[in-house]
């Protein structure tokens, strides 16, 4: 069965850290480019950071300097490397690859 399985989101106070980790259940995502998306409430959701399968990452404006995205193959993980994190950050976070995107990690941005 393909799955993707987001973990690390959670509740972080302005300016913290959280890592998001998006594990593939076959290795054939290894040759696709993975991506992080969110979706805060009420708004559509959003491409944050995209990486192809050789490792050319990409960001959206908001997040650059702040965000890294990377993969292991060798794990077939994608992460998502989240820094001075903002309310504005709040969002369920999913990832995505080819046609098939996880369940999605709640992250929260608050004092």
């Known amino acids: 069965q393909v799955q993707l399985v987001e973990s690390g989101g959670g509740l972080v106070q302005p300016g913290g850290s959280l890592r998001l980790s998006c594990v593939a259940s076959?290795?054939?995502?290894?040759?696709?480019?993975m991506g992080w998306y969110r979706q805060a409430p009420g708004k559509q959701r959003e491409v944050v950071a995209s990486?192809?399968?050789?490792?050319?990452?990409n960001y959206t404006d908001s997040v650059k300097g702040r965000f890294t995205i990377s993969r292991d193959h060798t794990k077939n993980t994608a992460y998502l490397q989240m820094n001075d994190l903002k309310p504005a950050d709040t969002a369920v976070y999913f990832c995505?690859?080819?046609?098939?995107w996880g369940k999605g990690t709640q992250v929260t941005v608050s004092l």
């Open positions: 995505r690859s080819t046609d098939f």
């Open positions: 076959i290795q054939i995502f290894n040759h696709y480019a």
């Open positions: 990486i192809t399968a050789n490792g050319i990452a």
